[in-house]
């Protein structure tokens, strides 16, 4: 038995499709391949569906989490966001940035700022080390504090937020930059709604843009990907299991008692016990073609 695109034309914002494919097939339907594009874009056809169609891809805006251990944001007892944060005003703020009132803000990991580092070996000032006259990216950064330190730096309670203030003061870590520096945080980005990996995203042109904001869902325009907002309704495409019907005609010499229910229920089993004995899937269903008349069977006429 196959997995592959059912299209489903109804209506629905992105968490209802979710729901909907999860509760009556497997999942939103996943993209992995060049193949299962085509398989998306021959589905929509064969249904006449042009515009944009839910898939299973979404922006995971609450999966922020502190690098040094992966350990979940949401397990920590603290969360300083500054007013506003964390955003995704420009699709591309999923690294997390320190203010020098102790405030957090999301922001775009490529720009090159100040950062602090945790020293593990460290016991003075909670193992802060703040570096205000090197500047990288949120992943350089990162790279820096694993090799001369242990990781970036994270606030895993409340009492972190006073030490680390107060030891960047101390060395002047004040810099003419917005915000003042990295820290361990960070979230994931664009996830498939069944945990598949990702490995191949075919974006549609300019896309992902975030464009009218909060557009943190995955649609399919044609066969190419769009981000949209997930309250937007728009028909879907489930993954599900693929039925093939093949039809076999049945030729037997018999007298009426065919005819008879019993008799045809009989012959069923019989048919079923011995595919099975012939290696026939477990999942594969054996029955009659009822005819337009409401019969099974119907009585051959001779040629002249």
Known sequence: MQIGPLLIKQQASWQVAQNYCRENHLDLFTITNPRA?????????NHNVIGLVWTGLHNDMDSWYWS??????????????????????YAEDVCGA?????????FNCLYSIPFICYDANITANKG??????ILLTWDDARTFCQYHHTDLARITN?????????????????????????????????KWSDGTKLSYLPWLNGQPDNYYQWEYCGAADNELLTDEQCLNEHYFVCSAYLFRTQIVKLQVNSDSSVLD?????????????????????VNTTVKWKVQPDGNIFYKKVKDN
């Open 37 to 45: 594009q085509m398989k998306l874009k021959e589905e929509m056809i």
């Open 68 to 89: 040094y251990e992966h350990l979940p944001l949401k397990n920590t007892s603290v969360m300083n966001w500054g007013a506003g944060q964390p955003n995704n005003a």
């Open 98 to 106: 320190v203010y020098m009132d102790g405030t957090w803000v999301s």
């Open 128 to 133: 802060f080390v703040g570096y205000a006259n």
């Open 158 to 190: 409340a009492t972190d937020i006073s030490p680390l203030m107060q030891y960047l003061s101390s060395i002047h870590f004040y810099t003419r930059f917005y915000p003042s520096g990295w820290f361990g945080l960070t979230r994931d980005t664009w």
């Open 261 to 281: 229910p019993a008799v045809q229920s009989a012959i069923l089993d019989l048919i079923n016990q011995k595919l099975q004995e012939n290696g026939m899937g």
